[in-house]
């Protein structure tokens, strides 16, 4: 995964993890074990009324409301990663 996250680096990024989180955020360096974020969205999947999918088309829609500086997340953690501009809108 690491070699595929290289080509997106300066671009905001979604990432789906295993767990309730999800990581919303400028991708900043790659890590053996770990992703870094700036200006990051960390939102926990049961903190709104909307599924996770409305929420990460509404933050492409107004853009990434930050709420850390930096976060690192765990490499094992992330199933998935998709630059928010090629997030579909339905």
Do not use: Q
Request: aromatic residues 6%.
């Amino acid at each position: 995964m690491k070699t595929e996250l290289d080509a997106h680096i300066g671009r905001v990024v979604v990432l789906d993890t295993d767990s309730n989180w999800v990581y919303i955020g400028r991708l900043k360096a790659i890590a053996n074990n770990s992703i870094c974020l700036a200006d990051a969205d960390v939102h926990h999947r049961h903190d709104s009324r909307t599924t996770t999918e409305r929420y990460i088309m509404d933050t492409r829609s107004t853009g990434v409301h930050a709420n850390r500086r930096t976060v690192y997340v765990n490499l094992r953690a992330i199933v998935s990663f998709s630059p928010l501009d090629e997030v579909i809108k339905y």
